[in-house]
């Protein structure tokens, strides 16, 4: 991957499974090879178990609005 950004002038990369801090350690890795700023976006699509760790999951915003008594949202 690294490659295609020097290579290829990739404008951004879209991380889709891993840990917090292995996403972090990839973004730097990229960021330094290529030339200008890199737009990252994360797909959380559900967050379905084993795409990515270590996070607080909420329910969907529509699971919320469901909800008769909004006094038992978080």
Do not use: C
Not at 29 to 52: D, H, N, R, T, Y
């Amino acid at each position: 991957l690294a490659d295609y950004v020097a290579e290829h002038h990739i404008g951004g990369i879209l991380i889709t499974r891993g840990q917090p801090v292995s996403h972090v350690r990839l973004i730097k890795k990229m960021q330094s090879k290529s030339a200008l700023p890199l737009l990252v976006g994360i797909e959380p699509a559900g967050l379905a178990e084993g795409l990515l760790d270590s996070l607080t999951y909420f329910p969907p915003p529509l699971a919320l609005g469901s909800v008769r008594n909004d006094s038992l949202l978080y």
